[in-house]
Every structure is written in structure tokens, then in C-alpha cells.
């Protein structure tokens, strides 16, 4: 049973994709190597890193859209209701008759001797 544990901590110590320090490495091919890997990985990185971002855009553009037709239903909504508003006013009886002037001043002309 320990040999089967032991084992099995074998596999999990695969090589793990990511940055390694590759100034370790001795000889010009395995340098290159471990160059050539970091390369792959950070490309793999910046692609999904890429994708993630692109479908978050995507996503955000096709909320803006939606938002713009909620807003064009609720303004649409909004005119109607003012002239539904607008429409019963007539009905009502017209006024024409003008305010006096409060500024008007008495003629005192006369009284002056």
C-alpha cells in the first residue's frame, strides 16, 4: 500500500506548464528548450487572456444594446403618457380675461395746488 502511495506521487510530479528559470540548465539545447517552452506558455497565456477579455466585451455590448432598446421603450412610453396628459385639457373652460397691472399708480396730478 505505501508503494502504491509513492507511485502515485511519481505521476503527480510531472512537468507543470509555466515559467521556469532556465539559466539552470547547462548545456544550449536544454536552455533553448526551456526558452522555447516559457515562450509557448506565455503565448497560451496571452491568448486566453486574450479570449477571456474579447467574450467580457462581447458580453458588455450586447448589454449596452439591450439597455439602449430598454431606454428607447421607456422614452417611447414616457411621450406617449405626456399626451395622454396633454389631451384632457382642452375641455376645460378658457380664460380671457387680463390681470390688472399691481404696478399702476395713481393719478395724483390733480390734487397738487
Not at 3 to 10: E, I, V
Not at 90 to 108: C, E, H, L, N, Y
Request: glycine residues 4%; proline residues 6%; aromatic residues 2%.
Amino acid at each position: 500500500m505505501v508503494a502504491t502511495l509513492l507511485g502515485g506521487g511519481a505521476t503527480l510530479a510531472q512537468d507543470v506548464p509555466g515559467i521556469e528559470i532556465c539559466t539552470a540548465e547547462k548545456t544550449m539545447e536544454r536552455r533553448t528548450s526551456c526558452l522555447q517552452s516559457n515562450v509557448e506558455f506565455l503565448q497560451k497565456s496571452f491568448d486566453k487572456a486574450r479570449l477571456d477579455q474579447q467574450q467580457k466585451l462581447d458580453a458588455a455590448n450586447r448589454q449596452i444594446e439591450a439597455l439602449k432598446a430598454s431606454v428607447a421603450t421607456l422614452q417611447k412610453s414616457l411621450e406617449q403618457s405626456q399626451a395622454a396628459q396633454k389631451k384632457p385639457e382642452p375641455a376645460a373652460p378658457a380664460k380671457d380675461a387680463s390681470p390688472a397691472k399691481p404696478d399702476a399708480k395713481p393719478d395724483t396730478k390733480s390734487d397738487a395746488k
